[in-house]
């Protein structure tokens, strides 16, 4: 499986201004890796659901912000 | 020719006074990569483009219409009952006192918009590489957007649109498949 976002460390100077955001992150959405959409993918259950995520199926649903980014660490 | 439905492509609701959000919202208005480009940019596109992708530029330069109403809708309701005084501090005076609540085609920097921002190069690649980049770019920008933002209604329209952006780039992506397949290609003996 993929994942949606991806990691860096950017060079920390011992004189930057501001406090360093340690970890950089950034979005790797489902589209970068489909190719073309397989046939016969699955729908979300309801006309609703799919309305709420703004697509017609799952795997082409990209979260924002990242879900899986820690509350108050900057990035 | 199109057909008008009276209603918006998803709902829009704002939650709280902050005509702030108005001044960043623009630029997805009329901005580079905002909506009207990139429904402008697409709409010229189907002419010159081979015909088994026209339809595909011709229902995502719509939609693009539709999410252009929709920022508009978020960005009226934003300013209509502010202040001068609340504009002011909002960083939107500028636009004020040449445009009063009037919603005009800059992006969030107060530049106007110009057709600069789209291209049309004529070769099929080049133009649908623009397009996913276009739709990359405008997925961006509704993060930055969103990461400024912190009315839950109004993220929640713009998660939509981000998504949007998600699937318009999904579209295009195999659209540069299809014109790259050589089924149809020319056999020379
Ligand atoms: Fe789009």
Redesign the pocket.
């Given at each position: 499986m993929f994942t949606q976002y991806k990691y860096w460390e950017p060079y920390i100077s011992p004189y930057d201004p501001c406090k360093p955001i340690k970890v950089k992150s950034y979005a790797t959405p489902p589209q970068l890796y489909m190719g073309f959409q397989p046939y016969g993918l699955k729908q979300f259950n309801t006309p609703k659901e799919a309305l709420y995520h703004g697509t017609l199926w799952p795997q082409l649903y990209s979260p924002y912000p990242n879900p899986h980014k820690g509350g108050d660490q900057g990035e | 020719m199109w057909y008008y439905e009276k209603k918006l492509q998803y709902p829009v609701k704002v939650s709280t006074c902050n005509p702030m959000l108005a001044k960043f919202l623009i630029e997805q208005y009329g901005g580079a990569d905002g909506?009207l480009a990139?429904a402008l940019r697409y709409l010229n596109q189907r002419y010159t483009i081979p015909g088994k992708v026209v339809g595909l530029l011709n229902d995502?330069g719509t939609?693009?219409f539709a999410?252009l109403e929709m920022i508009a809708t978020m960005v009226y309701k934003l300013t209509k009952d502010a202040t001068p005084e609340q504009l002011k501090q909002a960083g939107i005076g500028e636009h004020f006192v040449d445009h009063d609540r009037a919603l005009f085609y800059h992006n969030a920097a107060g530049v106007p918009f110009t057709a600069t921002y789209i291209q049309a190069k004529g070769d099929p690649i080049a133009d649908l590489y623009e397009d996913i980049a276009?739709?990359e770019k405008?997925r961006a920008t509704y993060q930055w957007i969103i990461d400024m933002s912190d009315d839950p209604d109004l993220n929640d329209s713009l998660k939509f649109l981000r998504e949007?952006?998600v699937v318009?780039?999904q579209r295009f992506r195999e659209a540069v498949e299809i014109l790259k397949e050589d089924r149809d290609a020319k056999k020379i003996f």
């Open positions: - | 909506e990139a995502i939609e693009e999410h276009a739709e405008a949007r952006e318009h780039s």
